[in-house]
């Protein structure tokens, strides 16, 4: 895989733009999971995750090759996710009617394009609910579980894309934990 | 909160397996007694749970293009050189076909610049109106004749090889070829023993200089 990717790389480096295509296949569904558990909104994680990948076609030459890609990569797609996040207005979507971005929830998303059977449904709206929980999380805790329990990455792997020691990815998804802890024990 | 908080953090390393022996044990002691860290546990585990129960999500369909169309757009020279490192034995075929067929029209094409020519040394002579080249009787040619454009009679006697492009051979009654007759009539196997001549070489240049890096 690493030896794929790096012939990849080198490819793309040399001029050969249409290689880099091969890369965004590779990546970009956790990417884009990456983009959407952090902002749980379709459009703009299909906004940050493409800006993720042009980030990292235009600064090329800065990747380290004795380091991993995916982490450089999820790296700048978790700093674009959270810039985002800065930039909405902190309190968007307490003020949000309800309903009001139900149109632009990954599962929603999908289950508008085809009759879905009861227990389908059922399954959407958990999805919806836990993706819910997950973005009531304040967003340094919400980076740190979302590349723990659903991109499965290393405490070591985390730490570097959060740029952060080991010490303090733990604390993070302690935290984390807590905070989902209280508001899921009743579920 | 009837425990100490210090137990909490405990709980979570305990989760992630991040203590020792002796920290396990005692915890699992102390889970025993205490019914509030016990639950505490099975609220995390349940969380822990509950968010690794999301499927995951894939990227729409049309992603890739997404990225692709927004990529800076590319000069047109790196292109080609892009795509000349990649296809070193088309863009050699392509080139050499260029040439070739350019070459190859002007020296099949019957008519104007595509006169008689003959290459070896003896009494022959041309017949230009005709578009023959004659070794009368009574001579003799010690060598190989080459006849492009043309036919050849011979009448005489021809020691070498007779090699006749785009042209016939007639021999006469009298006439005597010592070596071999070819004919090379047809455009396409000619174009097939240039080509394999020419190719390997061709190949060989572009592959032996790479074009310079750019910056
Ligand atoms: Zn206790």
Known sequence: ?187 | MACEKTKIEQLHKYLDEDMTLLEKKQLEQHLKSCSECEQHLRELRKTIAIVQSTSHVEAPPDFTAGVMNRLPKQSKPDKWKTWMRKHPFVLAAAVFMLLFVTSVSSFWSGGTGSQITVQGQGNFHIDEERSVVVVPEGETIEGNLIVRNGDIEVEGEVLGNITVINGDNYLASAGHVAGEINEVNQVLSWIWYETKSFMSEVVNVFNGSDPPEED
């Open chain 1, 1 to 187: 895989m690493d030896a794929v990717v790096k012939k990849i790389i080198m490819e793309v480096k040399k001029g050969d733009q249409q290689a880099f295509a091969e890369l965004v296949d590779l990546y970009k569904d956790k990417v884009y999971q990456i983009s959407y558990r952090m902002l749980g909104n379709v459009h703009e994680a299909q906004d940050v995750s493409q800006e993720a990948f042009l980030r990292a076609y235009t600064n090329l030459d800065s990747y380290d090759m004795n380091r991993k890609f995916s982490t450089w990569l999820f790296r700048i797609a978790t700093n674009l996710s959270i810039d985002r996040i800065r930039k909405k207005k902190p309190d968007f979507h307490l003020d949000d009617p309800v309903g009001g971005t139900e149109d632009l929830n990954y599962y929603s998303q999908i289950a508008a394009d085809e009759e879905l059977p009861e227990d389908k449904v059922v399954q959407y709206e958990m999805q919806e609910w836990i993706q819910n929980e997950i973005s009531e999380l304040p967003p340094k805790y919400r980076s740190a579980i979302i590349l723990k329990y659903l991109e499965d990455l290393s405490l070591k792997e985390i730490g570097e894309i959060l740029n952060l020691p080991v010490a303090t990815v733990k604390t993070r998804i302690h935290r984390g934990r807590e905070a989902l802890r209280k508001r899921l024990r009743h579920s």
